[in-house]
């Protein structure tokens, strides 16, 4: 008879990872009809640009929403793009495997990370509608057609009806199309067309199409005709490395690695000298620290020594990591885009040296500021508000806004110190984009970023930086509106004080001394304030002084 037990665990099974996402699909995103559609577009579209840019081809990409049963809020996606295309032996595991694809292991800066999301997309389009994604893949004077669905039990790729044809005229690229049920198509924030938008600002590199339901075709041209250079594959940095992280490293090594070849070959900025004064810190007289072989095999690293690794490198100076794997956007084309898209009065921008977070990995933050024109977003009253453009990688992220670290970076920012007096009404939009080999987000949905306070403090410090520029502008603005409202004050009294004078002395004309007075005040009285100076010479408050104070406080914060 079997035990009590034996009956708890009768039921244990093991299961594959694709049968984990199908019952918990909102961790890929899919949780709500809006966003749910908004997040199929997004891994197709993010997928395609990598490919693109991976290849060296400027990106043009066309994504066509089409509603079949308004009702049953069913709609069908279709994304044509112009990449390089998809092999006949990856076309199963790049559309059909979850966690399967060419980013996970690589140590370079992606949109892409996990190898999830368009599986994640036909996944979907089986368990809302039941039927397979179509796709058409064309490389290298070849191309296939067929339809794929998910093995859900096994987490494998099925391909059924599958038509390979010569391509004689050697076009390239991927089309895919699936129908897609529990779904729905709108403009709102978070819709397909504000993502198509914000994609476009942030990748003024690409050409981006959308053809709406009701047919109306929206076309972001390309503002750059430059195709970004790849970023290099690098190795982990050091300072920031778990002891966890470093173990599983060192056990990857063949048995002819010692420790010094590892750490020299394996993680950057690691020279020969390095090794040395690491040596001469763990195997000197220091007690805290236990002495380490370091021509001992590397895969023979037992957890106190990698402590003791991670404790010596906290100890040593070393040099910021190389920032070859990034590949930030770029001031120079933030500045276009947001002048192509937003066509505001006024744009800074600012990008900061690469830093690391926790595993080593290196990071570095792009902030940008919006004024006027058509920046910030537009309330159901048509008045503009602040808006938060948040992006990882290059790739917008739309939902998941209060729990983003970007979100609460702008929010604790002080902005009345940069002559904001209030960032929920003014018309401003503040742009973020964080550049990562493997970017901190909260879930596999890919829409926000966790609190890493490394990665926090970045995020707020480029805002503080490219806000006092802005502040230079809203000043300016104020002045020159109160220096039109003091002009036409005192102007309002010239004619009468002209003719009053010209009466009680008897003498002259008060056309002429009205122009003498008129001139009077515009070269003397107004230059004075155009200089930020108050009445009697000194420094008004809105001057040079206030700003530099200001500049001083927050370099002091951020030292």
Known sequence: MPSDTDKIFANFKEHSVA?????????????????????????????????????????????????????????????????????????????GQMLAGTKFNR????????GIGATGCTMYAQVT???????????????????????????????????????????????????????KYDRSLGSVFEYIKRTALSNPHATLTLIEPNGEKV????????????????????????VSDLIDMAHREGPSATLAVFLRERLQRVSDAKVAELAAL????????????????????????????????????????ESNCLRPIGAEQIQKAMTAILAPDFAAVTERPPKIYRGGIPFLVEAAIAWGGNAGHVDSNSQRGGD???????APLLFDVSGCAITKAVKDVEWKRYNIQDFEQAPITVFVNVVSVYVPYTSAGKQALSDEDEVYQEIKYAIMEVARKVQLHVGGIRREHEQGE?????????????RDLTDLANKGKSEELAKRLTDLIETKYMGQIMEGKNEDGSESSNGNGKKKKVADEEEEEEE
């Open 486 to 498: 003091r002009r036409k004050a005192i102007l309002r009294y010239v004619q009468q004080l002209s």
């Open 388 to 394: 938060i453009v948040r992006y990882a990688n290059a």
């Open 107 to 114: 140590y370079a800066q992606q949109r892409g990370q996990q």
């Open 129 to 183: 509608t039941g039927k397979p994604v179509k796709f058409v893949s064309e490389w290298d004077g070849k191309k296939l057609k067929g339809e794929i669905s998910v093995d859900i039990k096994t987490n494998t790729p099925n391909i059924q009806n599958l038509v390979e044809e010569d391509n004689p005229d050697k076009k390239h690229g991927l089309f895919v199309q699936g129908e897609f049920g529990e779904v």
């Open 19 to 95: 049968e984990f996402f199908k019952k918990n699909k909102q961790m890929l995103g899919f949780s709500g009809k809006v966003r749910s559609l908004t997040i199929i577009v997004h891994e197709y579209v993010t997928n395609s640009i990598d490919a693109c840019e991976e290849a060296g081809i400027l990106p043009e990409i066309t994504v066509k929403v089409d509603e079949l049963d308004k009702e049953g809020e069913r709609y069908r996606v279709s994304v044509q793009d112009n990449g390089p295309g998809i092999p006949k032996k990856h076309i199963g595991k790049a559309l």
């Open 282 to 321: 763990l195997n000197g007289s220091n007690p805290g620290l236990p002495k380490i072989d370091f021509k001992k095999p590397a895969r023979e690293l037992e957890w106190p020594q990698a402590e003791s690794l991670i404790r010596a490198f906290a100890m040593v100076k070393w040099i910021a990591p």
């Open 219 to 242: 076309q972001y041209p390309r503002s750059v005709e430059v195709c970004p250079a790849r970023p290099k594959e690098t190795e982990p940095h050091p300072l920031g490395l778990a």
